[in-house]
């Protein structure tokens, strides 16, 4: 008999709809004697339809907009030829197809070189997944001189952990998480029965940190009953997620950032 344990990575696949034939097989056949995997698949569609109902949406930046409306100006005043025939309608489609080819290649392109500033509020829904899926923690310790180590050769980054267990903010652990297209340091807390956690991503070289460098906490995105708080200094950027009372959560900042210049010395 499939155990929840072989078939509970299946589940956020199932609940996104990219199951294979074989694996679907699988979790159906455990689902149909497993009220819990049930139960926990139902409450990841709920969660799917949930952020599909408040994504936000973007406008283009107005470099992409350019770049299109001169794509398509080009194709509109390209020479049309006098003769149509199967022949001619093959290559338009061949070069209709090289024009939009070209199109998503500029926009993946911008998009890779976008900052993650934009996107923030998707850090809330990799929260929620984290607590549903129960894959909140990959390095369990309250000791960050254990955490902070377990990080080296994971990430292309050295991300700062700071023990903030005498301001009741107590380190379980850590993750790595991946979120538009990159690899992220999560850093888990507990404050009474409330998770939190704090994702840390480098600053782009020459970001300013604030108003003259000053630290500034503020609320951010909230969503599905959990809200951010976002802070930075010179190097790493944060991102402090929970359901948790926004107040705690800039305490949090506070508390962090004090740690951290005590512990570097700044």
Known sequence: MTR???????????ADSELDPGAFDTLQA????????????????????????SATRFPAPALLRQRIQAQIGKRDE??????????????LGLGGW?????????????????PLGAGEERLIDSHA????????????????????????????FSPPVVDLGARDFELLGGRIDYVQR????????RRRQHLI?????????????????AFAPHVGAAALGYRE?????????????????????????QDFEQALRATTGG
């Not at 929840?4 to 199932?14: F, I, Q, Y």
């Not at 390209?78 to 290559?91: C, I, K, Q, V």
């Not at 990159?182 to 807390?189: F, Q, W």
Request: glycine share 8%; aromatic share 6%; with cysteine.
């Open 4 to 14: 929840c344990d072989d078939v509970k990575e299946l589940l956020p696949l199932a």
């Open 30 to 53: 455990h689902l149909a004697s497993c009220p819990a995997c049930r139960e926990r698949l139902r409450a990841l569609e709920q969660v799917r339809q949930a952020v599909g109902k």
């Open 78 to 91: 390209a020479p049309r030829p006098a003769y149509a025939g199967p022949g001619w309608r093959a290559a």
């Open 98 to 114: 090289l024009a939009a080819a070209g199109l998503g290649l500029v926009v993946l392109m911008l998009q890779l070189r976008e």
């Open 129 to 156: 997944r984290a607590l549903l899926t129960g894959h909140t923690i990959d390095v369990a310790s309250s000791d960050r001189h254990t955490v902070k180590p377990w990080f080296r050769g994971k990430l292309d």
């Open 182 to 189: 990159r690899t992220l340091a999560v850093l888990v807390y």
């Open 197 to 213: 956690d704090v994702f840390v991503w480098p600053r782009p070289q020459g970001a300013p940190a604030g108003q003259d460098g």
């Open 229 to 253: 708080v976002r802070w930075g200094d010179e190097a790493m950027n944060y991102v402090a997620v929970s359901d948790i009372d926004p107040a705690d959560l800039r305490e949090l900042a």
